[in-house]
């Protein structure tokens, strides 16, 4: 894969990623649009490190290659099978189970324009099926860690 505006390979956009997660998780507020940006990054990543490998109806073609068995291992993983769930559902504008708690101090809130909710204020936590979206990314993180660290053995 030939990038995308500095994102010049796999590894810049994995640390890309990782970056906006880790701002994410030490912060109080929690940004909806960084959660987003990280759900979307995870989810294609494994397209940019094994490009045009996918599933055909209900079969894989030969996983040839590295790059081809990490990405079926991470498509096949639970937590990144919930992750594409939420990627997809929100490029096809579906609901899906999501939650978030507020209740910030407004002065803590930084952007009040980005609040949807001025009662409830801005995200403190997001859930997915009543499970902080933590344990969902946390994981899937760490797949691509180990991947790009050299750690990975199928």
Do not use: C
């Not at 498509?75 to 939420?86: A, K, M, V």
């Not at 099926?129 to 994981?139: F, K, N, T």
Request: hydrophobic share 35%.
């Amino acid at each position: 894969m030939s990038g995308l505006f500095d994102l010049i390979d796999a590894l810049a956009f994995f640390k890309s990623t990782q970056r906006r997660y880790e701002s994410y998780r030490q912060g109080h507020i929690k940004s909806t649009e960084d959660l987003l940006y990280i759900i979307l990054g995870l989810n294609h990543l494994r397209e940019w490190i094994a490009p045009d490998y996918n599933k055909t109806k209900s079969k894989w073609p030969p996983a040839d290659t590295a790059e081809k068995t990490f990405s079926k291992a991470v498509f096949e993983n639970h937590d990144f099978g919930i992750l594409r769930s939420l990627a997809n559902g929100t490029k096809h504008a579906k609901a899906v189970e999501t939650g978030y708690a507020g209740g910030a101090p407004m002065d803590d809130w930084g952007d009040f324009d980005s609040v949807a909710n001025v009662d409830k204020g801005p995200p403190t936590a997001h859930f997915v099926d009543e499970r902080p979206i933590e344990e969902l990314v946390a994981p899937v993180i760490q797949l691509y860690e180990n991947w790009f660290s050299g750690r990975y053995h199928p």
